[in-house]
Nanobody, 119 residues
Framework: VQLVESGGGLVQAGGSLRLSCVAS??????????MGWFRKDRQLVAAIAPT???LYADPVKGRFTISKDDDKEMVYLQMDSLKPEDTGNYYC????????????????WGQGTRVTVSS
């Protein structure tokens, strides 16, 4: 499974960005993926399980929203009310079965997309 992120960029504090990640390369009959977004320091930002259950890190609760489109095999991270401390590289992760907070349970990773929030 290959993951490609997009949507990063430069935004002022208080602004919004929407990150996207598309999965490709699966040839076997598909089931929904578990997908997540992590920071470079391997800290969870948000995750969504194969069932659709969501999980957020405390600093982003109420500001970020994770969602996925199983038919398109895409996951999105809507980032609102951005703060300078949200600056960093954001990595998309996916797994055939897992969709929780532990980075080492995900088997597939993207290359990352950079988010910069200016004050």
């Amino acid at each position: 499974v290959q993951l490609v992120e997009s949507g990063g960029g430069l935004v002022q504090a208080g602004g919004s960005l929407r990150l996207s990640c598309v999965a490709s390369g699966r040839t076997i009959p598909k089931r929904p993926l578990g997908m997540g977004w992590f920071r470079k320091d391997r800290q969870l930002v948000a995750a969504i399980a194969p069932t659709g259950e969501t999980l957020y890190a405390d600093p982003v609760k109420g500001r970020f929203t994770i969602s996925k489109d199983d038919d398109k095999e895409m996951v999105y991270l809507q980032m609102d009310s951005l703060k300078p401390e949200d600056t960093g590289n954001y990595y998309c992760a996916a797994d055939l079965f897992y969709g929780g907070s532990s980075y080492n349970e995900y088997h597939y990773w993207g290359q990352g997309t950079r988010v910069t929030v200016s004050s």
